[in-house]
């Protein structure tokens, strides 16, 4: 794997994938995201230096497998029209641009190879954008698991009482470090799920050439 492209492919997509929660969060009825200049392509406002850039720099360099964050973009779930389904909307919507960000360099990438011209086949755009769609793929993949504070917990959200809301809010916000280093101790011995990952890229890969 290309460092180099696989940071350059990571970074767009973490960004876009949390300004999809502020933008959704918005049309629902949370500004909190739009009034704290969220809302922004500006890559300095989502920038995590730790878990945007440092983070999955030493995890490739390592051989680990790659995976980071920006600064989460803030939502007030009370400011939503109807919190309890509409937080899921929210939550879902940073994997759902994963996917769709994923689909855009499938259909990119499967044209170049199936077109008269090498011009952009071979260019270091046509790389990017293959590093784009395996990148966007993972994202997806790994943020919908059900699994607090990942995007796919808003599933178990919506089974959780309400009077214990607060208290599994609390826990979701400080879950992020236990389950990273979850992650890492799995890629070092225990290996569940790499085989698959690994496998799901190569059947994009296929998919791609077909």
Known sequence: MNTFYYLLAIIPSIILHEISHGFVANLCGDPTAK????????????????GTILLPFLLIATGLPAFGWAKPVPVN??????PRSQSLYVSLAGPLTNI???????????????????????SSFFTFMVYFGL??????????????????????????????????????ARALPFVMG?????????HIGTTWLASLQQHWLTLVQN
């Not at 009034?35 to 230096?49: G, K, M, S, Y």
């Not at 360099?105 to 011009?119: D, G, K, M, Q």
């Not at 979850?182 to 225990?190: E, K, P, Q």
Request: charged share 15%; aromatic share 10%; net charge positive.
């Open 35 to 50: 009034n704290a200049h969220r809302l922004t392509l500006n890559p300095l406002r989502h920038i995590d230096p730790f």
């Open 77 to 82: 779930v009370g400011r939503l029209r109807k």
């Open 100 to 122: 769709i960000l994923s689909a855009i360099a499938f259909f990119f990438v499967r044209y170049e190879l199936h077109s008269t011209s090498n011009f952009v086949s071979n």
């Open 135 to 172: 990148v966007n793929l993972i994202l997806a993949v790994f943020n919908l698991l059900p699994i607090p504070p990942l995007d796919g917990s808003a599933i178990i959200e919506r089974f959780v009482p309400v009077r214990h809301l607060p208290r599994y809010y609390q826990m979701r």
């Open 182 to 190: 979850a992650l890492i101790l799995n890629a070092l011995t225990l």
